[in-house]
């Protein structure tokens, strides 16, 4: 079945550093790629998404970029801040299965 | 508007028993989504509605499994009856387009002993 890997599974910066998580996705199909971020107790919470005919979007200091000859999305973060602390998600719209599959989550620690 | 909203926010029940997981969506949203998470398989989506019609319910692990849309503003997921393996945290989830912002609720913690 269509899937998204997410890499890494956790990842530590020093508060003031870049961040950069990777999503793949198999479905050549897939067209909308929203991210989100899940503080503990809480539901996820949109924090940027991308369309599929657009490479690249920001938005302050959190950035998308989307390459779709590779399948792959990446997420960055810059200036990191200890409240960016959380589980980030993404995500792929299959236009062809009509159906969101979600990545594993990134755990980000910024270490003040 | 109040968010999306979500009860019980948390269930205790023992295996066998049914159990209800309600949802109220954001008014003006069309759309409704129902998602499981644990740490074995992560956010899985399980179910969605398109103006009260579901849409695609493959995610629906079980027949155990059953999600009604009645109106705009009320949804329930069912399990019948439930199991230890039941146990996650459940989401709901409501948007204006498919392709867009979804807004989560604080998820029904469910634990089946």
């Known amino acids: 079945g269509e899937n998204v890997e997410q890499h890494p599974s956790t990842l530590s910066v020093q508060e003031g550093d870049s961040a950069v998580i990777k999503c793949t996705y198999s479905?050549?199909?897939?067209?909308?790629f929203p991210w989100y971020k899940q503080e503990l107790g809480k539901g996820p919470q949109l924090i940027i998404d991308i369309r599929s005919n657009v490479g690249e979007k920001k938005d302050q200091r959190i950035a998308v970029t989307l390459n779709k000859t590779a399948k792959h999305f990446s997420l960055h973060i810059t200036e990191t801040q200890p409240e960016d602390s959380a589980v980030y998600f993404c995500a792929a719209w299959g236009e062809g299965t009509y159906k969101y599959i979600f990545g594993t989550g990134t755990r980000l620690k910024v270490l003040a | 508007d109040a968010g999306v909203i979500q009860s019980p926010r948390h269930e205790v029940t023992e295996m066998g028993q049914e159990v209800t997981l309600r949802c109220k969506p954001i008014s003006g949203h069309d759309y409704l989504f129902w998602y499981r998470q644990t740490m074995m398989r992560g956010l899985e989506l399980l179910i969605y509605f398109n103006n009260n019609v579901p849409i695609d319910d493959s995610g629906m692990p079980e027949d155990r499994f059953s999600a009604k849309m009645p109106n705009a503003s009320f949804s329930t997921l069912k399990i019948q009856p439930s199991e230890p393996r039941d146990s996650a945290v459940y989401f709901c989830?409501?948007?204006?387009?498919?392709?867009?912002?979804?807004?989560f609720g604080p998820g029904t913690r469910l634990t089946v002993t």
């Open positions: 989830a409501s948007s204006q387009k498919v392709t867009g912002e979804q807004y």
């Open positions: 479905d050549s199909a897939s067209n909308y």
